[in-house]
C-alpha cells in the first residue's frame, strides 16, 4: 500500500481524534498512532463525549480538518456510538472507527446506521490490526477524494456524446452546445453558439438555479460540485439534471473558460425503491429475490458470510505508462468482466478499491453455499481475466495479473449511508482476514482461509501453503490456493 498523504491540493493540517474515559487507553492510542503516522497527521486526545465535540469544533474552526476518530463505547456522559452520531452530523465524510469492550450489536448497528460507522475493534486491540485498519481508512478517504475528481473530469469528456454540454468564455458567450444539450433544452445549437449566455437563457423563468451556477462559476473561475436541478423547458416540463461545471485550459494550461455538463436523471429517478437500491450492488435474480422476500434485514447483522477480494497486481505502474483515458478504458473493460461473474453466482458487489473489488456472499439473501459460490466465482474470474488477456494481447494492449483472497466467518452487515447514498457493505475481523488474503495472493493465485477450506468440505482441490503471518494475527495461520472444485453447487 502506497504512503498515506494528505489531499495534495489543501494545505490545512488533518487530525486523528481519540476518545476515551480511560487515560491509560488514550495513552496508548496516542503513542502507537503517533508513532506511525506523525507528522503526516496529529493526534488529538478527549477524555469525553462531550470534550470531544468541543475539540473537533475547535479544529474545524481552526480551518483544519479530522479525518479519522477512534471512538470508546461505554462512557459515563456519552456512550460512544451518539459521539460518532453527533461527529456525523457535523461531518459526513470522517472515518469513525468504535472501540468495543461489552458493546453489543445493537450499539454498532445503530453505530452503522446513524453515524456512519466505518469498522469497529474490539478491547483489547491487537496493535497491528488497529494501525492496519487505521491505516486503510486513511488510504480511503485519500483515495476517494482523488478519484471522485478524477472521475468527474473524465466523466465530463467520457460520456459528453450522451451529456448535455455547453462551453463558455469567461465573458459568457457561448462557444459549444452540443446536440444532447439542445435536446434537454429544447434549442437548436445553431442559434445560440455565438451569443450571450445572458441573453438566451436569463429571460427563460424557472431555471434561476441552473443560472446562478453558471455565474458563481464564471465569476469566481472555479468548478462547482455536482448538485441536482429542475430544468424549466419553453414547453413548460420540468427535467430532473445532474450539472457540474469544470474550467477549461488551453494546451498551455491557461484557463480559457467554463465547461457545463447535464446529465438526464428522468430514468435515475425512475428507480427509488429498494429494486434500485441494490440493483448496483447485484444481478436482476438476487434483486427480485430481495424485493420478495419478507425476512432481508438492511438496518445491521451479524451474518456467517464468505467474503472476496480481487486486486490487479502492479497496476499502478501500468497506469503510469498509459493515457488517462486508456487506464479508464482498461478498468471499465476489466471490471465489466468481473462484475457479469459476481452476478452469475448472485455474489453481491460491495466495492471498488481502486483497481481491486470486494463481494460478499450470503448477505442480504441467505445462501448456505455462500463460500461454495465464493469460490467458483474466484475460478471463473480467472477464466474471464484469460479470455480478457488474449482480446487485450491481440489488440496490442496490456495484459493483467489479479490475485484474489477468500475467508469465511462472522461479519456485521447492513446497509449504510443516508437516504441519497447507501452502501450495503460488511465490517469486522473477517473481512479485514479476506483482504490481507489477498494481499498476499499473487497474480494467478486464490488463496482461502482454512475456515473457507473447511466450508467447502471435500468439494475443493487446494493446495496447503505454508502457514502465512498476516497483521491482525498473533500466530501463522493456514492457508491454501485453491484450484478447482470437484462438485457442482446445486
Not at 447485484?282 to 434485514?297: G, L, M, N, R, Y
Not at 488517462?324 to 448472485?346: C, G, K, Q, R, W
Not at 463481494?359 to 463460500?371: L, R, S
Request: proline share 3%.
Amino acid at each position: 500500500m502506497p504512503p498515506i498523504q494528505p489531499y495534495t491540493a489543501d494545505t490545512r493540517r488533518r487530525y486523528i481524534l481519540c476518545v476515551d474515559d480511560e487515560q491509560a487507553v488514550l495513552d496508548a492510542l496516542y503513542s502507537q498512532l503517533r508513532e506511525k503516522f506523525h507528522p503526516q497527521y496529529e493526534i488529538e486526545c478527549a477524555e469525553s463525549g462531550q470534550e470531544a465535540l468541543a475539540v473537533f469544533d475547535d479544529i474545524v474552526q481552526g480551518h483544519d480538518k479530522v479525518d479519522l476518530v477512534v471512538c470508546d463505547q461505554l462512557m459515563p456522559d456519552m456512550l460512544g456510538q451518539y459521539v460518532l452520531e453527533l461527529l456525523h452530523q457535523r461531518d459526513k465524510r470522517v472515518m469513525k472507527i468504535l472501540l468495543t469492550g461489552q458493546a453489543g450489536l445493537d450499539a454498532v448497528s445503530y453505530a452503522i446506521n446513524r453515524a456512519g460507522l466505518h469498522k469497529y475493534i474490539e478491547k483489547p486491540w491487537d496493535h497491528y490490526d488497529l494501525l492496519l485498519t487505521v491505516e486503510n481508512l486513511l488510504q480511503q478517504r485519500s483515495m476517494t477524494a482523488e478519484l471522485d475528481l478524477s472521475r468527474q473530469r473524465f466523466e465530463m469528456i467520457l460520456r459528453s456524446m450522451n451529456n448535455g454540454v455547453i462551453s463558455l468564455d469567461f465573458r459568457g458567450r457561448i462557444m459549444s452546445f452540443n446536440q444532447a444539450a439542445s435536446k434537454m433544452f429544447g434549442i437548436d445549437a445553431v442559434r445560440v453558439i455565438g451569443r450571450m449566455y445572458s441573453e438566451v437563457f436569463f429571460s427563460r423563468y424557472g431555471n434561476e438555479a441552473i443560472n446562478d451556477v453558471v455565474i458563481q462559476a464564471i465569476t469566481e473561475c472555479t468548478t462547482q460540485a455536482y448538485q441536482e436541478i429542475v430544468l424549466k423547458r419553453r414547453d413548460g416540463a420540468g427535467i430532473p439534471l445532474g450539472l457540474m461545471t469544470s474550467i477549461l485550459q488551453d494546451d498551455d494550461g491557461s484557463d480559457v473558460g467554463i465547461l457545463i455538463v447535464f446529465h438526464d436523471l428522468s430514468e435515475i429517478q425512475k428507480y427509488t425503491t429498494l429494486k434500485s437500491t441494490f440493483s448496483r450492488y447485484v444481478s436482476k435474480q438476487v434483486v427480485e429475490k430481495i424485493v420478495s422476500s419478507d425476512e432481508i434485514i438492511l438496518h445491521g447483522e451479524k451474518r456467517d458470510v464468505t467474503v472476496l477480494f480481487s486486486d490487479i497486481r502492479g497496476f499502478t505502474t501500468l497506469a503510469e505508462q498509459l493515457e488517462p483515458t486508456e487506464v479508464v478504458a482498461t478498468l471499465n473493460a476489466y471490471f465489466s468482466a468481473m462484475i457479469d461473474v459476481i452476478h452469475t453466482y448472485e455474489g453481491t458487489l460491495d466495492k471498488f478499491l481502486g483497481d481491486g473489488i470486494m463481494c460478499i456472499f450470503g448477505a442480504p439473501i441467505e445462501q448456505p453455499d455462500h463460500a461454495v459460490r465464493a469460490a467458483r466465482t474466484a475460478l471463473a474470474m480467472k477464466e474471464a481475466l484469460a479470455a480478457f488477456n488474449q482480446q487485450q494481447a491481440q489488440a496490442d494492449k496490456p495484459v493483467l495479473n489479479v490475485g484474489i483472497g477468500i475467508n469465511t466467518g462472522n461479519a456485521v452487515v447492513g446497509n449504510v449511508g443516508s437516504e441519497k447514498r447507501m452502501e450495503y457493505t460488511a465490517i469486522g475481523d473477517n473481512v479485514n482476514l479476506a483482504a490481507r488474503l489477498q494481499a498476499i495472493a499473487s497474480g494467478g493465485q486464490i488463496i482461502i482461509s482454512d475456515s473457507t477450506f473447511r466450508a467447502l468440505g471435500a468439494a475443493a482441490h487446494a493446495i496447503a501453503l505454508p502457514p502465512a503471518k498476516v497483521k491482525g494475527k498473533l500466530n501463522p495461520i493456514s492457508i491454501y490456493n485453491l484450484v478447482e472444485l470437484k462438485v457442482s453447487s446445486g
